[in-house]
């Protein structure tokens, strides 16, 4: 017998029908021997319409009063989900945000949860509990911001300590690479907390960043898997999100997948003079201001004794961010600011990078044979990405997912 | 200063334009000094929406489920009426049923409201609180049945000891009868509590029945006003619901109005023995079924040592009492049961007429001379009540209206 937690998103709960085989995916864990918790999204469709809701009645909503009214649409799922449950005669029980607690912060909207109490859990019963809610300090409803059903997932799968969190989403699992772009991409069996950051926040969204980094800090162990498969022997297994020690050596060997993020803006400050601490003048108001720079490249100094410094930001804060050096430009000293929306974020991630140096040099060369241009550079631990022109976004990702062997023939 | 509560229905809270209004209206009664604590309903259709998902998933639903889904109805239009004050400068703060808490029995989808406690009511802040909706022993939500946020309006006025409740509707006051079938008919400016059941129970839907008996036992005074008036000096003055200490003697000679109810059916027992206790074997399998009699009518015996009776049940019960009757038909030894949806119930109400006695043989008079036959004639303390053919419905409002002095030009 196993402890599992069951989430599914709103796409599964659109409707009584769907609600239904929701029910009937459910029971057939509760008909294998495992003690099942539930965490359910609103009916798709539904936050969004309590959103515009507090908009309308006021651009500047008091994000308290906003939590009561967006959390309602959970709260519904849960009762009509633990009544279609009934219905089929497993034992089930709603529990909301503020009956379990889910102690959260008191950041309305974008509450960070804390501890989560567990008396709810019981033999024999399913708990079913909604997504994206809490309880503050306070005694008042709290949010976790959208998405925050994935993280509401894992927080409980790890209160209740879960043998694993299995996430029911709208794609089967977490592949090499975008399979609209590589038909051939593969699905992968295992993927690290790591390499699902990296693939997550680069473009492959499939899970929200924020459960998988808290995944990763309480060692639950998530599934991503497909709510339209039935459920049964001939079901697709999903992909296993785990902690490195569970990954083989051989898996080891290989760079898991290439991710792509358009989401990036490129800003050039041409001719910064070329002295100790002139950087600092640049990066310092952008922190300031919260503004997340990613890649930084240091051009070649120019014999007039200045440098030309490029760097990339979130394109949601490229305004902002041409807003704040303007107004520095003469503490800084450059002389123009260019900037270019038209690039790609490409990214080779894999835990095997570590004991792999030759991974940079074959993404260099592999994107040097097609005569595509590298723009900036960055790596971490476990991942290389470089920057582009938008234009070479598909080619660079079918070159790497076959220079590194991904390609599903190669996999055999 | 005076403390009001403020309850506006699902037609008042239909979308956030509406709310609007309503957040207007209460800022007006907050500019006057007042410390206002509002009730409010489900935006109108919202319930009947929450209500067949829980009925689609599962005609036999658990209401420890349905109260969970449906009470998400007026904690949306809480939180968005919060908002609403706020942004036009009324400090506003929403506060479900669990959180104040309001303390119910553990029937669900039909408790009844308990104590409720008042730590919530805070100077210079309006607190909006969702109707219809408490919380059990156990901590679970639970709802009082439809039309309850009349109730919950009440029950809070009485805990805060109020001045008064405004209950606005989308009528503007309790009429001398239905103004559909007597144009002449007029708003009353005061009614008892028990006058006001009585008009409320045969047929004059302004207030749930169970409200105005809560606000009779609690002693709250209840005003009845329409939503869609403009506050100011020029709004009309609406219907206050009082005890009859609040009654002047000159009001006190009124008849207070006419009602009418076609949700009666006569069911005639043929040929029952006429012998002590034959009734006693009716009457009694009726009350064990939970089925209401109203009217009674014994016939004169017939010379076979037998008598007919006559009585009046609810039309929804009609089918059920006819079953409980035929299965005791040995024992009650009738011939024959005839039944009869085609009637109405007309009521003549007023606490003037303890000190009446005319007032009866005047309505029998009335009815007479139009050729209007009674069917059974029931009393109380402040009503008498007739049985006449449904066809006569309109005819006879109107002769007894014009016979008891109630239309407008008499009245001036």
Redesign the interface.
Known sequence: MARIVMKFGGTSMAG?ER??NVARRIKHEVDAGHQVAVVVSAMSGETDR?VN??R???P???P??????V??GE??T???L???L??IGVPA??W?G??LPIHTSDAHASARIGEIETAWLKDGEVAVIPGFQGLTED???STLGRGGSDTSAVAVAAAIKADRCDIYTDVDGVYTTDPRIVPRARKLKKVTYEEMLELASVGAKVLQTRSVGLAMKEGVRVQVLSSFDEPGPNETPGTMIVGEQEIDDVERQHITGIAHDKNEAKVTLIAVPDRPGAVATIFSPLADASINVDMIVQNVAHDTGSTDVTFTVPMAELTRAIDVLERQRETIGFTKLVHDTAVTKISVVGVGMRSHAGVAAMMFKSLADRGINILAITTSEIKVSVLIHEDYTELAVRVLHTAYGLDAEDAA
């Open positions: 009584i609600i239904r309590l809701f507090c309308e009645a006021s500047l909503y008091d308290r009063e906003y939590d009561v009214v959390a309602s709260q519904v849960s009762g009509l633990a009544i279609a009934q219905a029980r709603s909301l503020w009956q005694n008042r409803i």
